[in-house]
């Protein structure tokens, strides 16, 4: 079974709407990080959540942390097609020193 | 370098043989990763390594893999009797401390076995 849950796995919009990702766990983070991954690249950070409740934005993304740190979503306003890409949470939990991530949620913005 | 470099990029070798991938990670980094990353899939932890201690070999998914790393350099990853299922992208990351900071991945080494 998945440490980390992903929802949507698969999503596909057009430009202009928006969407949310979700990221689920049974289990508690320290940490909790969204990376984005393109095609034949390695995933790069987006952001960082360390507390309950956290929101975080970045320009059009908005990221949240859940209270009780299970759990973290992805909130993309006006979705632009270099929004594109492979979205994925990564957490990091206490007594574990590598990084669990999820499945991850495939996106796709069509112009 | 300025990033994790990774090599080869891409490997197709025929079952049964052994790959040796490698990593180089960016400079001064004591935290080196390494994941499996299956087509259309999340990441997989393979195994850590920090400083001079003893790596976490915990996500090793069989014997047939290894993975050595000296001081804070160059680490190889080593699968031997390869199996069709290990065809995936073996993506390497480096950190400049331990998980909760930002870790740099390189750009991943694709096997292909047929």
């Known amino acids: 079974t998945q440490l980390l849950e992903q929802s949507p796995q698969f999503l596909s919009i057009q430009e202009g709407e928006n969407l949310t990702v979700y990221c689920n766990s049974s289990s508690v983070f320290s940490s909790l990080q969204w990376y984005r991954q393109e095609p034949g690249e390695g995933p790069v950070l987006l952001v960082t959540?360390?507390?309950?409740?956290e929101v975080k934005k970045l320009k059009r993304l908005t990221f949240q942390f859940g209270d009780a740190r299970k759990d973290s979503s992805l909130h993309i306003t006006a979705a632009q097609p270099g929004d594109t890409g492979l979205y994925l949470c990564a957490g990091s939990r206490t007594g574990r020193r590598a990084l669990t991530f999820g499945s991850g949620t495939r996106l796709q913005v069509q112009p | 370098g300025a990033g994790v470099s990774q090599s080869p990029s891409n490997k197709v070798t025929e079952k049964g043989k052994d790959v040796e991938l490698r990593c180089d990670p960016i400079s001064g980094h004591t935290a080196l990763y390494w994941y499996r990353q299956r087509l259309g899939q999340g990441l997989e932890f393979l195994i850590y390594f920090q400083g001079n201690s003893a790596p976490d070999k915990s996500g090793l998914p069989s014997d047939r893999f290894s993975a050595e790393r000296t001081g804070e350099s160059v680490s190889t990853l080593t699968i031997q009797r390869t199996q069709q299922e290990d065809s995936a992208v073996y993506l390497c990351?480096?950190?400049?401390?331990?998980?909760?900071?930002?870790?740099?991945f390189g750009e991943g080494s694709w096997l292909t076995v047929v």
């Open positions: 959540v360390v507390t309950g409740g």
């Open positions: 990351a480096s950190s400049p401390r331990v998980a909760g900071n930002t870790i740099y």
